[in-house]
């Protein structure tokens, strides 16, 4: 038989035998994670990992998701991803599971070297369980759930068990060190882009799990959670309440990148960045292997982790990405500013990894520190500026982008626009290609189409017909049949201005617009994603 046949029906199979899972909304009244280290130098550490259940949103409110993406989730101390383990090399750490859910959960630590090292077993509701794995090996290593004896482990991944343990090499150079997550979600109440759950959560679907179909790609358990907006020209937001990653210029930063898949790698790149990469042994350099040095492009496979080292050499922006463009849109990108203002311990929540020789996670005092310094670092330059440095008061009330007030790095970062303008095209992509376009449909006397394919330049037809003629006090309705974003915008792109006659915003496929022309004119218009595209409504 087919091998993937196999497959298929060995999972369908262990699905049904785990269909009885209950998902509960649960949240833990301890969702931290507590260390304890002796007086032998922290050469023995403690940590309490908490297993539950509960409903996390998973894509913000946007143009791609309107409402946002709700979901039934599995987490560790409360969270998408658990939190990240730090531990030196020689170090014993105990791990206790204590499972607060209602089902049976347990941990497969990759870090672990032989038996009794890397599995739990599992560990029924109500129970706990500690045991022992030593930090043989330098690196980040993932951790997961593993289910019950792995039946099911794909789903407890799936849904969100996952988190990374840092093991710091013995010859560790100091950095700013980050973590991040990159992991797929397969949803079955998201029926992709520009669709939103409006509150109602979804759970694991097996059937696109099978078919390797995510809906999202997220960053530390959310899409787009660090991405503000993308274009230069023409914005497409994408998360207004995005956290952004800040660096002083020139300073070395050290990136733990962990991909629990469970089903693809990760193309990891920094656009505008070089990244070498340090992951291993090696007993030329007494114990931090060097894997690769000042390139583009790191693969990470699915159920492994790299460390990432970047220095960003000048101000400005940076992005992190998944270079696997379907990924891009699906969530896999975050923004990183280059500003001396940036302080060290200034990470987004739950981002800072402490450094060799320190405690086993980030304190919450630490984290209230980030916080209050975050903060205190924002006002001072507003004041010293007198700009916004975040996305907020950017526009007005009526929705519209200021033109003034804003200082460079700031517009920057809100478009994540970068030296060369990589990344307005990448808005272009973020706008969506992966839905399925509806029907063909004909345009009657009053209606014009936005047909399939309209965003390669290639294509013959963007809106049909190009030219409408009509008489004063006509509604023209405009349709999109095809599979990703477009507007329907007054004015032209090289006039500079537009938007002052009407204006669609964002249209989704299947979405229609309406104008009613109350005089006579001639009307241009054209797409604010897709500039190529146009078309006139003449009124006599």
């Keep these: 038989m087919n091998r993937s046949l196999l497959l298929a029906s060995s999972l369908i199979a262990s699905f049904l035998l785990a269909s009885s899972i209950a998902f509960v909304p649960y949240f833990s009244a301890n969702n931290v994670v507590h260390a304890q280290e002796t007086e032998n130098q922290g050469e023995v550490k403690q940590v309490t990992l908490i297993a539950s259940e509960k409903q996390v949103q998973v894509a913000p409110d946007n143009a791609l998701h309107p409402g946002g993406i709700m979901y039934n989730a599995m987490v560790f101390n409360g969270t998408i991803p658990g939190p990240v383990i730090s531990i030196d090399q020689g170090d014993t750490l105990n791990i206790t599971l204590k499972n607060e859910g209602q089902t049976i959960h347990s941990l497969d630590f990759h870090a672990g070297f032989g038996p009794g090292k890397a599995l739990s077993g599992s560990v029924e509701p109500g129970?706990?369980?500690?045991?022992s794995l030593t930090g043989e090996f330098p690196g980040v290593f993932l951790y997961h759930c593993g289910a019950d004896g792995l039946n099911g482990v794909w789903e407890h991944i799936s849904n969100g068990m996952y988190g990374g343990i840092v093991v710091h090499p013995t010859n560790e150079e100091p950095a700013k060190e980050f973590y991040m997550v990159f992991s797929e979600l397969y949803n079955s109440a998201d029926k992709g882009p520009f669709v939103g759950?409006?509150?109602?959560?979804?759970?694991?679907?097996?059937?696109?799990?099978?078919?390797?179909?995510?809906?999202?790609?997220?960053?530390?358990?959310?899409?787009?959670?660090?991405?503000?907006?993308?274009?230069?020209?023409?914005?497409?937001?994408?998360?207004?309440?995005?956290?952004?990653?800040?660096v002083k210029p020139g300073e070395l930063t050290r990136w733990y990148i962990v991909n629990p898949g469970p089903n693809?790698?990760?193309?990891?790149?920094?656009?505008?960045?070089?990244?070498?990469?340090?992951?291993?042994?090696?007993?030329?350099?007494?114990?931090?292997?060097?894997?690769?040095?000042?390139?583009?492009?790191?693969?990470?496979?699915?159920?492994?982790a790299s460390v990432i080292e970047s220095t960003f050499p000048e101000a400005g922006v940076y992005v992190g990405v998944d270079h696997a463009m379907s990924d891009v849109v699906k969530g896999g990108a975050f923004a990183v500013l280059a500003v001396e203002n940036s302080t060290a311990t200034d990470h987004p929540e739950g981002t800072c990894v402490s450094a060799k020789g320190e405690g086993i996670v980030c304190t919450a005092a630490e984290e209230e520190e980030t916080q209050a310094e975050g903060a205190e670092n924002q006002t001072a330059t507003d004041d010293e500026n007198g700009n916004e440095a975040q996305d907020?008061?950017?526009?007005n009330e009526n929705g519209n982008e200021a033109q003034d007030g804003e200082s460079e790095v700031t517009q920057n970062a809100t478009m994540l626009n970068t030296t060369g303008g990589n990344t307005t095209g990448n808005g272009t992509m973020m706008?969506?290609?992966?839905t399925t376009a509806g029907n063909q449909t004909t345009s009657s006397g009053t209606e014009v189409i936005i047909a399939q394919g309209s965003s390669a330049p290639s294509n013959a037809k963007f809106y049909e017909p190009t030219e409408l003629t009509v008489p004063v006090g006509t509604t023209v309705t405009w349709k999109n049949i095809d599979s990703t974003l477009h507007t329907?915008?007054?004015?032209?792109?090289?006039?500079?201005?537009?938007?002052?006659?009407?204006?669609?915003?964002?249209?989704?496929?299947?979405?229609?617009?309406?104008h009613t022309f109350s005089s006579a004119g001639t009307f241009d218009y054209y797409c604010t994603l897709h500039p190529f595209m146009k078309g006139q409504v003449v009124v006599n």
């Excluded at 991405?227 to 956290?243: I, R």
């Excluded at 990244?275 to 496979?301: C, H, K, M, Y």
């Excluded at 032209?492 to 201005?497: K, L, Q």
């Design 127 to 131: 129970q706990s369980k500690t045991w």
């Design 197 to 246: 759950t409006n509150g109602t959560a979804g759970s694991f679907d097996i059937g696109k799990f099978i078919s390797n179909n995510p809906d999202l790609v997220m960053t530390n358990g959310m899409s787009h959670k660090y991405v503000p907006a993308v274009g230069e020209v023409n914005k497409l937001e994408l998360n207004k309440d995005a956290e952004i990653f800040k």
């Design 264 to 304: 693809d790698g990760v193309s990891f790149h920094f656009i505008s960045g070089m990244l070498s990469v340090r992951d291993g042994s090696n007993a030329a350099n007494n114990g931090f292997g060097t894997q690769d040095i000042n390139d583009e492009t790191w693969w990470i496979p699915p159920g492994s």
């Design 392 to 395: 907020e008061g950017a526009n």
């Design 431 to 434: 706008a969506g290609n992966s």
């Design 488 to 514: 329907v915008t007054s004015g032209s792109a090289e006039s500079g201005v537009s938007g002052t006659e009407f204006d669609s915003s964002y249209m989704a496929g299947g979405k229609t617009f309406q």
